[in-house]
């Protein structure tokens, strides 16, 4: 149960929120120093975006389910680890008020993207920053 790592006051306000999203920020094992990027593709919602693995709890998932499935879905890789959590972080997409709720994450596996991204990154977050938006540097904690 990853809920235990997310402050009351935020789990709390969920119930606001049309949409609940979850992410990882991605180390892979032995290199906690390197977190995984993943370049949105030209077709999807904001091209050329890098971001981390995140997407929505479906109806009957858990948060931890819910991360487990998405990163698996856009990466290939086995979440076998959920230590901190990060941030919190709202956002308005398509006239729905969104909460995407943050959890650095220790995975396995060789990467294979899903079409929803072209292209991938590992590397510190302090020499990436310049290619993040504003949004991903509140989900980093980073601004």
């Known amino acids: 149960m990853i809920e235990r ?3 009351h006051d935020i789990l709390d306000s969920m119930d606001k929120y049309d949409r609940i999203v979850v992410g990882g920020i991605i180390s ?3 290199n906690d120093d390197r977190v995984l990027f993943l370049k949105r593709s030209k077709h999807e919602f904001m091209p050329d975006s890098w971001e981390i693995p995140s997407g929505g709890i479906e109806e009957g998932e858990s948060m931890l389910q819910a991360l487990k499935r998405e ?3 856009e990466t290939n890789l086995e979440v076998f680890d959920v230590g901190d959590f990060v941030s919190a972080v709202d956002y308005l997409a398509k006239d729905n008020k969104c909460l995407q709720l943050n959890f650095r994450v220790r995975c396995s596996g060789d990467v294979q993207l899903s079409d929803e991204h072209s292209e991938y990154i590992f590397s510190r977050i302090d020499t990436f920053l310049n290619n993040l938006d504003g949004f991903m540097l ?3 904690k980073a601004n």
């Open 5 to 7: 790592l997310v402050p």
């Open 71 to 73: 990163i698996n879905e």
């Open 138 to 140: 509140r989900v980093l």
């Open 28 to 30: 892979v094992a032995g």
